[in-house]
């Protein structure tokens, strides 16, 4: 537990790194305004439904099994 006047830190981890954040820190990057992202021209599953995702996959799949 933190005794008052104490910054409270949070950690979290990626694949090979671990950073340790302080309240601070962490509350900057919350309050930070989204941005949107432009659209560009790569295909992604993200906006597609589960019957299309399965679909997509199978496709890829047997594509991969006629090499």
Do not use: Y
């Not at 005794?3 to 509350?27: I, W």
């Amino acid at each position: 537990m933190c005794n008052k006047g104490e910054d409270k830190e949070m950690a979290t981890s990626t694949l090979f790194d671990t950073f340790v954040l302080n309240q601070e820190a962490a509350e900057m990057i919350a309050s930070t305004p989204r941005k949107k992202l432009t659209e560009v021209n790569v295909f992604d599953d993200t906006k597609l439904s589960d019957k299309e995702r399965v679909a997509h996959a199978a496709s890829i799949l047997e594509a991969w099994k006629r090499k």
